[in-house]
């Protein structure tokens, strides 16, 4: 199983960036998804989570600004982050637990991808 995000760069403050994270591999199904970021000196942080079916989790400093989704069909998850500022800088990571076949459950992170937001 492998988690390959996208989507990070350079943005201004004010500024929109979208984030994806596909899921590959041999599974049997994907329960919770969700983002997680690191900004140097800081521990990893919970920024959004989504469940299969569709429920939302947001920390308080990202709500009303970033909208977590996903496409169950294509097994990816995805970041839409607006107004974004200065201290959204870090390092986006996905995660997903991944159901196998014999129903085990695992978390598996992407390599993370970095969100730079600078004037």
């Known amino acids: 199983v492998q988690l390959q995000a996208s989507g990070g760069g350079l943005v201004q403050p004010g500024g929109s960036l979208r984030l994806s994270c596909a899921v590959s591999g041999s599974f049997f199904s994907l329960n919770d998804m969700g983002w997680y970021r690191q900004a140097p000196g800081k521990q990893r942080e919970l920024v959004a989570s989504?469940?299969?079916?569709?429920?939302?989790n947001y920390a308080d400093s990202v709500k009303g600004r970033f909208t977590i989704s996903r496409d169950n069909a294509k097994n990816t998850v995805y970041l839409q982050m607006n107004s974004l500022k200065v201290e959204d800088t870090a390092a986006y990571y996905c995660?997903?637990?991944?159901?196998?076949?014999?129903?085990?459950?695992?978390?598996?992170w992407g390599q993370g991808t970095l969100v730079t937001v600078s004037s």
């Open positions: 989504v469940t299969r079916g569709g429920s939302t």
């Open positions: 995660k997903a637990e991944v159901v196998g076949y014999g129903l085990r459950r695992d978390d598996y």
